[in-house]
């Protein structure tokens, strides 16, 4: 993400259009980093946020607000009372750095008119926000920097406020050809980090943008390049900055797979390829851009805790189920046992008592067996213990098969959650997996908890000829799809005897082109547990031949007279509409 001096002068840009002229009547400060300004301009009202924290200092305009402290910290005091009502009569941006200073002209307790300045600081862990007299003088910050914590400079009351030094970087905005070509291919450092090393405000994402358009490889080392080449360089550099210079900004989102990757002031050659939105305010695409990202990051971190249950569920599961395979393994000894207790009793008349084994004709076969014996038992008792024995093996066997068949659809279940969590599930989604796993007892339901309201909606694409697919993000999804979107004639798809999303092509009685049934199969393939692999088999079969299995887990089915194909799980090229 380029939140460098480049997005900054965006910022610059804007506020001057909106706030210029315009009066502070609100201040508030919800957390400890973070201000609220509400500006009066022009008969519009407009919310700043302005946040100094370490980790992501950001600042825009937005149509939200926080919930502020019932008594408000002395920074926020200070400020209501020098500027409250303030009128801004100027936002600058220092060179290209990411400082933003408003200059602001109010009434001081005399009536004087006075100009005070509030400098916003968007520099990462050094991020601030600090006010400021006409002089220089600081009045306060929200943050105290004392020489024990830096040895650059002192942020604190009644110390002279001024810029960081950063070390000989030059001005992007000012730097001629010349001064370009000596700072910045002077020694081996590859050409990109050089940019940014040796030029206010420029980030490593413009940095490989300026390489990229000259057709540079960003990773050569700079002193490597011949004349030609550095000023070629430098001319696409400048080419860049004019767009800067002349606020030529077109705010852009990137996307890979509808994850936010990147974002920028204007559009960069490097991300063509990718899908991207275009905005008309910088505010806005700061905004959207980092609460898509929060929200992917919450998404995400539900989704691991998700798995992990699904996951510990799981290998209880398969533990489990190899003991039990061990088990019915041992009973396969019964019907040795059954025998061994039919022939004893066939034979008992000729067998003497004492022996510890005895070799008679198996009558099944005409072949000789020995048996062990008991030699302190009779022969009709040693035939009754072998008949104990193979009644005990038979109960377990018929106990231990209808055990290991619902062992198998537990592990069925579970698995075809897990798939689920692999689809990259929005919020209402993983709520419905969640709702599942409480329902099916692998989450304890809190008393306060209600049950979910399934909300969710299935994906849809789009083929080359027009029909719609819908895919299941989870059970209840496949479910609804099947049984509640689906009518009689439309197709049903689905990864053949593994766990995966259902897919319907909704025919409107249309009949299907071949192309089509493709499409379907490789979503098929690729929403499942096989996606990985280069060919998977994939059933299909119109939805009236489908049916629910009863007393089953949802998104559980049985189906006839299907078709199969063998197809690989690749949708690039598959249109996804939401």
């Known amino acids: 993400m380029a939140f460098d001096g480049i997005t900054v002068a965006a910022l610059v840009t804007e506020f001057n259009k909106y706030f210029i002229n315009g009066r502070i009547f609100k201040i508030a400060q919800p957390e400890k980093d973070e201000l609220f300004l509400t500006i009066k301009n022009n008969k519009e009202q407009y919310k700043l946020q302005i946040s100094a924290g370490a980790t992501l200092p950001l600042m825009y305009i937005t149509n939200k607000s926080k919930q502020s402290p019932l008594t408000a910290p002395n920074f926020c005091m200070l400020l209501r009372k020098h500027i409250n009502n303030g009128r801004i009569i100027s936002v600058t941006q220092p060179e290209l750095e990411r400082i933003i200073d408003f200059e602001i002209e109010h009434l001081n307790e005399l009536g004087d008119v006075c100009r005070k300045h509030l400098i916003i600081e968007l520099m990462g862990k050094h991020s601030n926000i600090i006010f400021t007299d006409d002089n220089n003088k600081i009045i306060d910050s929200i943050k105290h920097i004392s020489a024990l914590t830096s040895s650059v400079r002192e942020v604190l009351p009644g110390r002279e406020y001024f810029i960081p030094q950063t070390t000989e970087k030059s001005n992007p905005l000012t730097i001629d050809k010349d001064t370009f070509i000596d700072k910045i291919f002077t020694d081996s450092t590859p050409i990109y980090k050089s940019l940014y090393l040796n030029l206010t405000g420029l ?9 990229y358009y000259s057709g540079i490889d960003a990773d050569l080392p700079a002193n490597c390049l011949d004349g030609n080449s550095r000023i070629h360089l430098y001319n696409m550099f400048e080419q860049l900055i004019d767009k800067v210079k002349t606020k030529q900004f077109a705010p852009t989102i990137y996307y890979d797979n509808n994850t936010p990757i990147e974002f920028n002031a204007f559009p960069l050659e490097m991300f063509a390829t990718k899908s991207y939105k275009t905005f008309s305010s910088i505010s806005e695409i700061l905004e959207t851009y980092y609460a898509q990202k929060e929200t992917i990051t919450r998404i995400r971190q539900r989704s691991a805790d998700l798995r992990q249950i699904v996951q510990t569920a799981l290998n209880k599961n398969y533990k489990k189920y190899d003991l039990q395979l061990k088990q019915l393994k041992d009973t396969e000894k019964r019907d040795k046992y059954k025998l061994y207790g039919e022939l004893l009793t066939a034979y008992a008349y000729s067998i003497e008592n004492g022996l510890s084994e005895i070799t008679v004709n198996n009558y ?27 009644n005990k093996l038979k109960r377990t066997y018929d ?25 990259n599930p929005d919020e209402n989604a993983l709520k419905e997996l969640k709702e599942e796993l409480t329902q099916y007892g692998y989450i304890k339901r809190k008393i306060t908890d209600k049950k979910a309201k399934f909300t969710s909606k299935p994906m849809h694409f ?3 000829d027009g029909f719609d697919i819908f895919v299941g993000k989870n059970n209840f999804q496949n479910e609804d799809l099947t049984f509640k979107v689906a009518t009689g004639n439309d197709w049903w798809f689905h990864a053949k005897g593994i766990p995966g999303s259902h897919v319907i092509v909704k025919c409107d009685g249309k009949e299907l082109p071949d192309s089509v ?3 379907a199969g490789r979503l098929a393939a690729y929403f499942s547990k096989s996606r990985g692999l280069e060919k998977v088999e994939v059933d299909y079969v119109q939805k009236k031949h489908v049916k629910k299995v009863n007393g089953g887990k949802p998104g559980f089915v049985i189906y006839h007279t299907n078709f199969s194909m063998l197809i690989n799980p690749d949708i690039s090229n598959i249109e996804q509409i939401s």
């Open 364 to 390: 099944y076969d005409n072949s000789e067996l020995t048996i062990p014996l008991n030699s302190e038992l009779s022969a009709m008792d040693n035939a009754k213990k072998y008949y104990e024995k193979y």
């Open 399 to 423: 106990a231990l098969t209808d055990i290991i068949k619902t062992t198998q659809e537990e592990i069925e279940h579970l698995e075809s959650i897990s798939i689920a969590l692999d689809i």
């Open 462 to 464: 789009r083929s080359k």
């Open 517 to 519: 049934f493709e499409e």
């Open 203 to 211: 980030s490593p994402v413009i940095s490989n943008e300026i390489c």
